[in-house]
């Protein structure tokens, strides 16, 4: 499994356990306090910190377990990256409209910031998807 | 997405006439992963033309000796 392989993973991973411990702790209080107390800002944007934090360590760990192919990106990386980061551009566009159709109903501000982050998460989850599929079964 | 290249290649039987190269040593003298390499010689992904002249230059053979295509679009 090469450098870039590995780093698609080590995102994937991060992105879905952070996302998943955030929405697991604020929407664990939806239906217990009104949506409008729920405090969803700061865990947000500690989420959003934790992923790019934790993602920059998973790198540095696959890069120290393999040094010699750390610097290692070729046109195939390349390619593939670039294929999925269209298919998750292509996603993130359709999702946005969810957010999008809850801010036009007057949804509370706290179901549009998440259905933003759900979109994100969505969209990066299955950009990786893409990517590591091609580099499992060809390209 | 993942589509299977048409491209055919000799670069194992190519591998083995030339010292028993190994991937990674092919993929020094290219320049390329050694994961590449084999995607390529799997059929798992198709090169840039760039990188198939690189190839077969590692091997000092013509381009069609290291790489064919079907005719009539099999």
């Known amino acids: 499994m090469s450098f870039e392989e590995k780093g698609r993973w080590a995102y994937m991973i991060v992105v879905l356990i952070v996302s998943a411990v955030y929405f697991a702790g604020v929407l664990g209080q939806v239906g217990v306090i009104p949506v409008s107390e729920i405090g969803y800002v700061r865990p947000m944007i500690t989420a959003i910190i934790a992923t790019i934090v934790a993602t920059i360590v998973a790198y540095i760990v696959v890069a120290i377990s393999a040094p010699s192919e750390a610097d290692k990106k070729d046109e195939r990386d390349k390619n593939i990256n670039r294929f999925g980061e269209s298919i998750g551009y292509s996603v993130l566009g359709l999702l946005i409209l969810l957010p999008l159709g809850l801010a036009m109903a007057e949804f509370e501000p706290f179901w549009i910031a998440n259905a933003i982050y759900l979109a994100g998460v969505l969209a990066a989850t299955i950009s990786s998807i893409v990517k590591i599929v091609a580099y499992r079964r060809g390209f | ?74």
């Open chain 2, 1 to 74: 997405m993942g589509k299977p290249t048409k491209v055919t290649n000799s670069i194992r039987a190519l591998r083995f006439a030339n010292d028993e190269m190994t991937q990674a040593d092919l993929a020094d003298r290219v320049g390329v992963t050694r994961q590449t390499i084999i995607a390529i010689e799997q059929g798992r992904y198709s090169p840039s033309l760039e990188m198939a002249f690189q190839v077969a230059r590692a091997f000092s053979v013509p381009l069609d000796e290291v790489f064919r295509y079907p005719e009539n679009n099999e």
